[in-house]
Nanobody, 126 residues
Framework: QLQLVESGGGLVQPGGSLRLSCAAS????????IGWFRQAPGKEREGVSCISRGGEYTDYADSVKGRFTISRDNAKNTVYLQMNSLKPEDTAIYYC???????????????????WGQGTQVTVSS
């Protein structure tokens, strides 16, 4: 069964940090670009960050630039999202999935085409 499993969420105070993991099973993660998305209560799901197949290209939503860092370890079949300086507005369920690479292997986008997993809850609160 092909799936991506998110983990690493939790409760953290404003200004704190978390590292999310996106682990693939049933397939090799380096065949595609990967994106992180989030959905807050009452809001639509939005793109947070994405990374190209080999990790050469990354992109971020304006709201997380300078605070979040996406990376991938294809040997471990895992993509990470390091989140620093967390704010209450970062509270959401975070998901990872396959995304379209419009400009070939050295690109990524927030155009998701993979299935959605359970996600991991991130709560930023004092």
């Amino acid at each position: 069964q092909l799936q991506l499993v998110e983990s690493g969420g939790g409760l953290v105070q404003p200004g704190g940090s978390l590292r999310l993991s996106c682990a693939a099973s049933g397939f090799t993660l380096d065949v595609n670009a990967i994106g992180w998305f989030r959905q807050a209560p009452g809001k639509e799901r939005e793109g947070v960050s994405c990374i190209s197949r080999g990790g050469e290209y990354t992109d971020y939503a304006d709201s997380v630039k300078g605070r979040f860092t996406i990376s991938r370890d294809n040997a471990k079949n895992t993509v990470y999202l390091q989140m620093n300086s967390l704010k209450p507005e970062d509270t959401a369920i975070y998901y990872c999935t396959l995304v379209v690479a419009h400009r070939g292997s050295l690109s990524c986008s927030f155009n998701a085409f993979g299935s959605w997993g359970q996600g991991t809850q991130v709560t930023v609160s004092s």
